[in-house]
């Protein structure tokens, strides 16, 4: 029955006045034609550039809007072009799984993480409340003071500020390495998740690549003055200790930017930047962030274009012979 209705629908399809066939002539069947086969998808693939190392950053492409995997967790999707950006902990295994998935097709790569060895690092002489705080106000506030960085963390820029190249966002020199174990007046502590570079009280600091002030706030217990610039896909940069703030939340800020000065609020026994940085829930040496971003867009053939944003200084801090 269903059958037949169709049949009579393309009938009267078929018979409105422009086409009617001349009364007595069969109406032509229409022609058949069989559609071309779909081509099939083009093979999914995933190509990645950057420091393949603890703590490193690297730079890959895929299919646009691929969902993003590394060993075996979804880790967002790459941009509307196909990039993402990915990194890897201070005690990253050796070995990780990069993997990227779309409705049609999926592709997994392996990737050899190299190894460090980190120095330990004692600190004396800081204000014992900034080492084991015992006070209520400040256990409170310190609580307060985490939940708001806990919600900056989930800051997302949709502008992808990790394309461009990062550059040093401060001269000095370096007083503490990333990663390493510390001792803090006698207590060990976690590792030191940031790279400290010595410079007197007041000099400027500039944002390393374009982004987003997750969060901008002029003093906190343990981080004093504190910025942090939301690069895209999960990808923040922190800056600590300092006197003075530029910046303020949720403004957007180019690359060589002004978003501050040097200062020693907080936990610091002279004036340094601690500069920090994250990939979502891993932590990242920012000092690699410099070299595999430069590294990751001459492998991709320059890479997207320049962001217009004021050229930095060339900032590379001076390192002391250990
Ligand atoms: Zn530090």
Known sequence: ????????????????????????????????????????????????????????????????????????????????????????????????TLAVRTPAAAKAIDVAIAPRSYRISRINGLPQETVTPSAPEVLARIAQESAAKEEARKSRAPAPGFLQPFAWPVAGIMSSPWGAQRVLNGEPRSPHYGIDIAAPEGTPIVAPAPGIVAMANPDMHFEGGLVMIDHGQGLISYYLHMSRLDVTTGQAVVRGQQIGAVGKKGRATGPHLCWRMRWRDRNLDPSLAVQAMAEARTHFGGGPPLDPGAAPPNFTPWTPAP
């Not at 393949?52 to 790459?78: H, I, K, M, S």
């Open 1 to 96: 029955m269903r059958g037949a209705l169709i049949v009579l629908g393309l009938l009267a399809a078929a018979c409105t006045p422009q086409q009617a066939a001349p009364v007595g002539l069969p109406v032509p069947a229409p022609a058949v034609v069989a559609a071309p086969a779909p081509p099939p998808p083009p093979p999914l693939e995933i190509d990645c550039a950057g420091a393949f190392v603890q703590g490193g950053v690297v730079l890959c492409r895929t299919a646009p809007g691929a969902a993003f995997f590394v060993d075996g967790e979804e880790r967002g999707a790459a941009d509307a072009d196909g990039w993402v950006v990915a990194g890897f902990d201070r005690d990253a295994k050796p070995q990780a």
